[in-house]
């Protein structure tokens, strides 16, 4: 984990997630250009191979697409992808280069049903263990049966704030 600043002063009601999302709003241009991801990583690439061998279809819900560049990765892989994310300036953004999304908070929101996968890289980290929780199970349960589920954490210890890529506060939920 990087530098970490103190944690801002929450609005009443308001989560360490909602204060993210107000941040990625502000910032998700500056998050883009910090955060290419040109090529498919392994585990997109393990994700895209277990549902084609599952055989089942190819539909798939990405969480948090952000730039869209794993969701392009994804569909260059055959796989039917639905984008989408909480912050509207990524879905903006999206749709400014032609690309469909959805706006869906996956803590809120509903997930929909029957996906053959859902994937999330870099998106349950900002969610606290509770949130976390009650999202894995609702996703599981947006799942066909024999789905796939992938997402990617943060490795470490704790909670913690950091102005990291965006000059501006994101809360980073820690796992070991
Ligand atoms: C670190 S970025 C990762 C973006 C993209 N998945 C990537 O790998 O480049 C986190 C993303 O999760 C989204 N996000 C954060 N909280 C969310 C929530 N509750 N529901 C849906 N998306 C959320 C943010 O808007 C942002 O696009």
Redesign the pocket.
Known sequence: MTVTIPAPTLAVNQTP?DF??ET?ERT?AL?IDK?R?PEATPALTEFAASIKKAGSGTRVL??????G??ADQLAALGLSVTR????QA?IDLLEARGVTAQK?????DDLGTSWDGIY????F???DRAQFAAVLHRSVAALKVGGTLAFTLTKGEGEAWSEVKVDAPRFFCLWT
């Open positions: 997630n993210t999302l990625y998700a998050y955060s991801k990405e969480i948090g697409s952000g730039s560049d794993q989408s994310d909480a912050a990524f869906l908070n996956v803590v809120a999330a890289n870099a998106v980290v900002h969610l």
